[in-house]
Structure formats: structure tokens, C-alpha cells
T-cell receptor, first 115, second 113 residues
Framework: DADVTQTPRNRITKTGKRIMLECSQT?????MYWYRQDPGLGLRLIYY???????NKGEISDGYSVSRQAQAKFSLSLESAIPNQTALYFC??????????????FGSGTRLTVV | GESVGLHLPTLSVQEGDNSIINCAYS??????FIWYKQESGKGPQFIID?????DKRQGQRVTVLLNKTVKHLSLQIAATQPGDSAVYFC????????????FGTGTRLKVLA
């Protein structure tokens, strides 16, 4: 099983619909992140969480919300999807106290298309 | 790893040759850097990191060079193999306390047989 699992892998939804992307991890990391990736742009941070009770906005949080249901689960919601939210979404985890580096472990991504 | 509109710069390398992928970072105060590899349909994968107090770090077949004077990173891959074909991008750490990063847009490496 993957260390960081994202569901669904692909999703097509209509404008105005609410959609949730889910992420679960087995690494035991405290820190979790949601990023989006668009062609020609680097990964951009949407939200991050350092603990179950900790939620922080990233650089592009408008139109998104998150929930940290447990240490292992971090979900991203689009309350009312719009076409410019079409992108590849990645969940990531990190825990520098445990590892020898400060990098992220990424999931395989969710490709979201809003029509 | 610099962006050129919507099209990723592409580096084509013959199998067995060495590859050099470059990245210009933005913040002179950044103190930690990572190179990631992203294969098609997969999430980014950590390759190697370097701290700002170092100029060079070597891993297995990979070397990262850091030039703080011109804010430049490079990733060298020795004896490039078909499995190295992917998009490579750098990340700079802006805030050690939060481990927030700026990610580059990436360079596509194509390995020619």
C-alpha cells in the first residue's frame, strides 16, 4: 500500500457542485498539506495542517476548505467548483523530527476537471 | 527548471550520458533546497537535498550543486538511464519553522535509447 493515498484518482464534476478529495497516510506524520499543480506553474500550497487541531491557509486557499479528521486523514473540499479549479491536486506529508530530510512524501494525485 | 510559458523546457540526453538540470531560485534567504522527480501519473518523489551551508552534495548517481551567489541549483545525473525520464523540479525552503516551499516549474528529461 502507498504511504500517502489519495481518492479519487480522477474526477470530472460540474460547475457549482461540491466535491471532496480525500487523503490518508500511513507514515505517522503530523504535518499534512494540499497542493495544486497547473501546467507551467510550480506546486502551489492550498492548505496545511501541523496537527489534528491545526489548520492554516496557504497561498491559494480561496474557494477551498479542509478538514483534518485524524492524524492520518486530511480532506480538501471545493464548496462550489468552478472551471479554473481544474488541476492536479496533491496531498503531502512531512515530519522532519522523524526523518533525515525535510522533504514531503506526496500522494499520486487527483486529477480534477470542472466542466 | 525555469518556466517558459505553459511549455516545460525539455532536456534530451542519450542513454549513458550525464544530465545536468538547472534551477534558478528566488529568495536569497532560502536555506534548504530539494530536488524532486515526477514521473507521468505519479506524485513528486524526493531525490536529494542540500542546505545553504553546502556547495555540493552527492547521492547515488546524483549530485546537487548550489551557487548562492547567483541563486542557482543544478542536478547532475550520471550515466542517465531510461528510468530517469521524468520531470525534475527544485524546491526552496522559505521558512524553516513551517517548512513552506516555493516549487519550480520543472524540466522534462527525455532519455534517448
Amino acid at each position: 500500500d502507498a504511504d500517502v493515498t489519495q481518492t479519487p484518482r480522477n474526477r470530472i464534476t460540474k460547475t457549482g457542485k461540491r466535491i471532496m478529495l480525500e487523503c490518508s497516510q500511513t507514515k505517522g506524520h503530523d504535518r499534512m498539506y494540499w497542493y495544486r499543480q497547473d501546467p507551467g506553474l510550480g506546486l502551489r500550497l492550498i492548505y496545511y495542517s501541523f496537527d489534528v487541531k491545526d489548520i492554516n491557509k496557504g497561498e491559494i486557499s480561496d474557494g477551498y476548505s479542509v478538514s483534518r479528521q485524524a492524524q492520518a486523514k486530511f480532506s480538501l473540499s471545493l464548496e462550489s467548483a468552478i472551471p479554473n479549479q481544474t488541476a492536479l491536486y496533491f496531498c503531502a506529508t512531512s515530519d522532519p523530527a522523524r526523518g533525515s530530510n525535510y522533504g514531503y512524501t506526496f500522494g499520486s494525485g487527483t486529477r480534477l476537471t470542472v466542466v | 527548471g525555469e518556466s517558459v510559458g505553459l511549455h516545460l523546457p525539455t532536456l534530451s540526453v542519450q542513454e549513458g550520458d550525464n544530465s545536468i538540470i538547472n534551477c534558478a531560485y528566488s529568495n536569497s534567504a532560502s536555506d534548504y533546497f530539494i530536488w524532486y522527480k515526477q514521473e507521468s501519473g505519479k506524485g513528486p518523489q524526493f531525490i536529494i537535498d542540500i542546505r545553504s551551508n553546502m556547495d555540493k552534495r552527492q547521492g547515488q548517481r546524483v549530485t546537487v550543486l548550489l551557487n548562492k551567489t547567483v541563486k542557482h541549483l543544478s542536478l547532475q545525473i550520471a550515466a542517465t538511464q531510461p528510468g530517469d525520464s521524468a520531470v525534475y523540479f527544485c524546491a526552496e525552503n522559505l521558512d524553516s519553522g513551517t517548512y513552506k516551499y516555493i516549487f519550480g516549474t520543472g524540466t522534462r528529461l527525455k532519455v534517448l535509447a
